[in-house]
């Protein structure tokens, strides 16, 4: 089976640059998307297609050029979140997301 | 753009559960939708997913054969039919939708889900 890893934690201080990473074979044939989720609240689409920022998302989120390694520069006590990276199968019709990873703002 | 579910609950291992998702804001019937949940102490895992006609369905090995998705075009619903249900199935359940209609997935716009809780 297809699989999509993160490390289940990091942290980091205020002001600094949270950097979360995101592995599997599948992710160098299919998009990578990214997503950040605080208690008690839906989702919310961070990155799409390795590199696209949804409208209202602030530019303190960005990726890598294969989508891969989300950055989360000047880092506020509001990013305190989890994040998730999300891919599909081989064939891409089967989402698959990676495990989660819980950022902590020191 | 506004998903809002409705229909989860308290069940007990063996029943079973009829969700459902109202769209608004966007065409509804030119874009496939999905089912994601989150169980306690999980990540998201994606459960289904339905083309914009509805006439191809998807779903995860951990539903197939229990779980039907459909949808009504004419009333802008989605719907995630749940049958066999195991405390496994315990989480809160969004429906979901891709950035735009040419895009399969990966979801954008989330509804603020619903809570589906298995347990005798």
């Known amino acids: 089976s297809y699989e999509v890893t993160q490390p289940p934690s990091e942290s980091v201080s205020p002001g600094q640059t949270a950097t979360i990473t995101c592995s599997g074979d599948?992710?160098?044939?299919?998009?990578v998307h990214w997503y950040q989720q605080r208690p008690g609240q839906a989702p919310i689409m961070v990155i799409y297609?390795?590199?696209?920022?949804p409208s209202g998302i602030s530019d303190r989120f960005s990726t890598s050029a294969s989508g891969t390694r989300l950055t989360i520069s000047g880092v506020q006590a509001e990013d305190e979140a989890d994040y998730f990276c999300?891919?599909?199968?081989?064939?891409?019709?089967?989402?698959?997301f990676g495990g989660g990873t819980k950022l902590t703002v020191l | 753009v506004q998903l809002l579910e409705s229909g989860g609950g308290l069940v007990q291992p063996g029943g079973s559960l009829r969700l459902s998702c109202v769209a608004s804001?966007?065409?509804?019937?030119?874009?496939?939708m999905n089912w994601v949940r989150r169980a306690p102490g999980k990540g998201l895992e994606w459960v289904s997913a339905i083309s914009f006609g509805g006439g191809n369905t998807f779903y995860a090995d951990s539903v197939k054969g229990r779980f039907t998705v459909s949808r009504d075009n004419s009333k802008n619903t989605l719907f995630l039919e749940m049958n066999s249900l195991t405390v496994a199935d315990t989480a809160t359940y969004y429906c979901a939708k891709p950035p735009s209609s040419d895009l399969w997935g990966c979801f954008q716009h989330w509804g603020q889900g619903s809570l589906v809780i298995v347990s005798s």
């Open positions: 599948v992710l160098t044939n299919q998009y």
């Open positions: 804001g966007f065409t509804f019937n030119n874009t496939a």
């Open positions: 297609k390795d590199n696209e920022r």
């Open positions: 999300q891919s599909a199968d081989i064939s891409g019709t089967y989402p698959l």
